[in-house]
């Protein structure tokens, strides 16, 4: 059983940077869309960007022009480089894989990393 390893949360002030990590535990064949998702207190959770596996992405309004997301398809890993950091971007990020295959002939699943914490402060 494959798991998605998140790494790059922490504490910031408003204005400030942070990069999340996301890397399969193991070895697979392929993941269709790569994604990073967020909940905040009290809210639900949210899209924050996806790309796929062709390099296409999509960002949710709020986050536009200020965070960044990438994938690197030979490690199975998606960054997401965020910038500008405002304290409603407090929240817990959760990687997500949609369609990973362990090999070319296997049906595809979605999986989810444990969550990293992001706090920004004011």
């Known amino acids: 059983q494959v798991q998605l390893v998140e790494s790059g949360g922490g504490s910031v002030q408003a204005g400030g940077s942070l990069r999340l990590s996301c890397v399969t535990s193991?070895?697979?064949?392929?993941?269709?869309?790569m994604a990073w998702y967020r909940q905040g207190p009290g809210k639900q959770r949210e899209l924050v960007a996806s790309?796929?596996?062709?390099?296409?992405?999509n960002y949710a309004d709020s986050v536009k022009g200020r965070f960044a997301i990438s994938r690197d398809n030979a490690r199975n890993a998606v960054y997401l480089q965020m910038d500008s950091l405002k304290p409603e971007d407090t929240a817990v990020y959760y990687c997500?894989?949609?369609?990973?295959?362990?090999?070319?002939?296997?049906?595809?699943?979605?999986?989810w990393g444990q969550g990293t914490q992001v706090a920004v402060s004011s």
């Open positions: 790309v796929t596996n062709s390099g296409r992405t």
């Open positions: 193991r070895s697979i064949f392929r993941i269709n869309v």
């Open positions: 997500n894989a949609e369609c990973l295959r362990y090999t070319a002939w296997d049906t595809c699943a979605d999986y």
